[in-house]
């Protein structure tokens, strides 16, 4: 699909799937600023919630059975997306930017590459969120100042690209552009193995010690809630990344190990220090 003229947000309709935590929060965002918005969940509760709330015009529990629109968003865990893209491809006939908001992207992407010529398909994931899953947790506020990855294929089209950019903008997130292999090694550093060393560090620490679990545990651990319903398929489609991620903090645990095991205090004060320096340059860069 190419469209000479890129249509504006204001005159946009859009249809998110999934109303949870995030597609509820997006389209609270969205609220004033598109032509038309409606949603799609497969939960009558969430339908009737989101309906109840004005967060969308209309809602639907199937995507093949909402009305015509300019955009779709797809709001909804990986595995769900790549059946969703497969359905669509197969039900729907009209000219539509496809978007996800996944956390992972090669494998959606090549998904997307094999839709239709009439979908105009592009990728997306903003670096926000909870680990309070679902409708009730929706805040537009989630995704203000937050960065939102866009992954354009090469079929991605200047209209679709520009429709993009602008409900990023519209919502109050920086848009980063990357390509689909970048961006998941990237977040397999930054989000999927914080997960998996909150859960290991929640596996190893004993119930008779919650006594004096204070705020840097819970800091440290808060990521294990989140519900595995989502991350299993973050884990399964970036597995290499994660593995090359896990490999490095090893390392680096490694060395710590040893050193406390030598008594090597001078060395060790010398690395903890060095990390806190890092520390401070990966936020000021970020």
Known sequence: MNRSVPLSLSNCRILIVGLGLMGA???????????ALYGVDRNEDTCRLALMHEMVDAVWMDATQARPVDMMVLAVPVGQILRLLEQ?????????????????????????????????????????????????????????????????????????????EQLVTAIGSHI????????????????????????????????ELTSLIGPGFRSSSRLAATPTTMML??????????????????VELDKLRTL?????????????????????????KG
Not at 25 to 35: F, H
Not at 233 to 250: G, H, S, Y
């Open 176 to 207: 980063v552009w990357l390509d689909a292999e970048t961006h998941d090694r990237m977040v397999a550093a930054v989000s999927h193995l914080p997960y998996l060393l909150a859960s290991a560090l929640t596996l190893s620490t004993p119930l």
């Open 25 to 35: 929060s997006l389209a609270l965002a969205l609220r004033g600023k598109c032509k």
């Open 260 to 284: 406390l095991n030598q008594e090597s205090y001078q060395e060790l004060n010398q690395r903890l220090n060095a990390a806190a320096e890092h520390l401070q340059k990966i936020l000021q």
């Open 88 to 164: 669509i491809n197969a039900e729907i006939h009209t000219p539509t930017v496809i978007m996800d908001i996944g956390s992972t992207k090669t494998a959606i992407c090549q998904a997307m590459d094999r839709l239709a010529e009439h979908f105009d398909p592009i990728g997306g994931h903003p670096m926000c969120g909870k680990e309070t899953l679902g409708i009730q947790s929706a805040e537009a506020a989630i995704y203000q100042g937050a960065p939102f990855a866009l992954v354009p294929l090469a079929r991605t089209s200047p209209y679709a690209k520009s429709l993009a």
């Open 233 to 250: 398929d973050v884990l399964k489609t970036n597995r290499r990344f994660i593995l090359e991620a896990v490999e490095r903090v090893q």
